[in-house]
C-alpha cells in the first residue's frame, strides 16, 4: 500500500508543479508587460524591469498555488482514471478515502514549501523589487537605507521609518532649512494619515532652531504641507496580502489602539491563516471528477470546470473582505466562509449519486 501511496503523491505533486509553472509563466508575461510601463522613467531601465519579474514570482506562486492545487489534482487523478489505475488500485484493496489521503498527504508536502516560499521569501522578495523601482523612478529624490526612508521636498528632508499602504507614516522627522540653507525647525511625529486631501501627523513634537535659543512646542494633531510624490511612498509599503503575518499583526493591533478600524486587515490576516486549508479544499474538490457524478465527463470539461471552480474561488477570496465591510459581516466569518462553502460543495457532489 505504501508503494501505492508514493505512486499516487509523485503523480498529484507532478502534476500541481507542473500546472503552478504554467500559471506562472503567464503570470510572469503580465508581471514584464506591466513593468515595461515605466521603463524609461527616471532612471528606470529595461534590464532592471526584467530582474524585478522573478522577484515576484513567489508572491505570485502562494497566491496561485490553490488554483494550480485544484487543476493538477484533476490532471492527476484524472490519468490514472483514463489508464484504469484507479480500478487496479481500487482491486488491490484501496478505498477512496485512502486514495483521497494518499492526495492530501503529497499536499502536505507542498503547502509546507509553498507556506515557507509565501510567508518568508515573497514580502521580502517584493519589497525589494518595490523599493529599487521606486528609488530608480524618483530620480534622486528617494533614499532607502537600513533605518528607514528620507524624501527631499523642495529644499526639506523627510525621514520616515515605516510606511504602510502609501498612506500611512510612522516615526517622521523632518528637516526644514532657511533661505540661507540653515536648519530652522526640527518636526518629529509618532505617525501620519494621508486623509481629506492632506497629511495630518499625530503627537508632533517641533523644534525651532534660534541662533540663542531652541522653543519646543507639541501638538496633537497638525498638518504638514509637504510635496511628496504620494507614488513615491511606494517605497516600504506593501500590501496586506504581502505583508508578513507577524508584521499584518502589528498593523492590526496599531489601528485597534488608534481606533482607526481594522476590518479589512483582520479579514487579510485570517484568511492568509486559513489559505493552506483552502489549498486542501482545492484539492478535495478535485475528487469528485474522478469518483463523483462527474467521472463520465471528458478531460477537457474536467480542466475547464475545474479552472471555473478555482477561478471563482479565487474572485470570491479577494472580493468577500470589501463585500463584508459594506454588509458588516463578522470578519471570522467573512474569511471563512468562502473555504467552508466550497468544502461543503466538494462534499455534496462526491457523495451525491449520479
Not at 490519468?79 to 484493496?93: H, P, R, W, Y
Not at 525621514?159 to 536648519?183: E, P, S, W
Not at 492590526?252 to 481594522?262: E, K, T, V
Request: a positive charge; charged letters at 15%; one cysteine or more.
Amino acid at each position: 500500500m505504501n508503494i501505492l501511496n508514493k505512486y499516487i503523491g509523485k503523480t498529484i505533486i507532478g502534476s500541481v508543479l507542473t500546472v503552478l509553472l504554467i500559471l506562472l509563466g503567464i503570470e510572469s508575461f503580465l508581471e514584464l508587460a506591466s513593468e515595461l510601463k515605466d521603463v524609461g522613467k527616471g532612471s528606470f531601465h529595461f534590464w532592471q524591469a526584467l530582474m524585478n519579474v522573478p522577484l515576484m514570482l513567489p508572491t505570485d506562486m502562494y497566491e496561485l498555488f490553490p488554483m494550480a492545487a485544484l487543476i493538477g489534482s484533476l490532471l492527476g487523478l484524472g490519468k490514472l482514471a483514463n489508464q484504469s489505475e484507479l480500478i487496479v488500485m481500487s482491486a488491490a484493496g484501496m478505498s477512496r478515502f485512502q486514495i483521497i489521503c494518499a492526495m492530501l498527504q503529497a499536499a502536505a508536502l507542498l503547502l509546507v514549501v509553498v507556506s515557507f516560499v509565501g510567508e518568508g521569501i515573497a514580502p521580502k522578495a517584493q519589497q525589494y523589487a518595490k523599493d529599487s523601482k521606486t528609488i530608480a523612478i524618483s530620480a534622486g529624490k528617494t533614499l532607502k537605507t537600513a533605518s528607514g526612508v528620507w524624501f527631499r521636498d523642495g529644499s526639506n528632508f523627510i525621514f520616515v521609518r515605516d510606511i504602510l499602504l502609501g498612506n500611512h507614516l510612522y516615526d517622521v522627522t523632518r528637516y526644514k532649512f532657511d533661505a540661507q540653507k540653515k536648519l530652522s525647525v526640527i518636526s518629529h511625529a509618532d505617525h501620519g494619515i494621508y486623509e481629506k486631501g492632506g497629511w495630518y501627523f499625530h503627537q508632533v513634537i517641533q523644534s525651532e532652531i534660534m541662533p540663542d535659543q531652541i522653543k519646543s512646542h507639541s501638538f496633537e494633531v497638525q498638518k504638514w504641507d509637504i510635496n511628496v510624490d504620494k507614488r513615491l511612498l511606494g517605497i516600504s509599503n506593501i500590501r496586506t496580502d504581502q505583508m508578513s503575518l507577524p508584521k499584518l499583526y502589528s498593523y492590526i493591533r496599531y489601528r485597534q489602539q488608534n481606533d482607526l478600524g481594522a476590518g479589512l486587515y483582520e479579514f487579510a490576516f485570517w484568511k492568509r491563516l486559513i489559505q493552506p486549508f483552502a489549498t486542501i479544499v482545492m484539492i478535495f474538490l478535485a475528487v469528485p471528477f474522478i469518483f463523483g457524478p462527474l467521472r463520465s465527463v471528458s478531460m477537457g470539461l474536467r480542466i475547464v470546470t475545474g479552472v471555473i471552480i478555482g477561478f471563482s474561488f479565487y474572485i470570491l477570496n479577494q472580493f468577500f473582505g470589501p463585500i463584508s465591510q459594506v454588509y458588516q459581516i463578522p470578519v471570522l466569518i467573512a474569511a471563512f466562509l468562502p473555504t467552508v462553502t466550497f468544502a461543503m460543495l466538494g462534499g455534496f457532489l462526491l457523495f451525491l449519486k449520479a
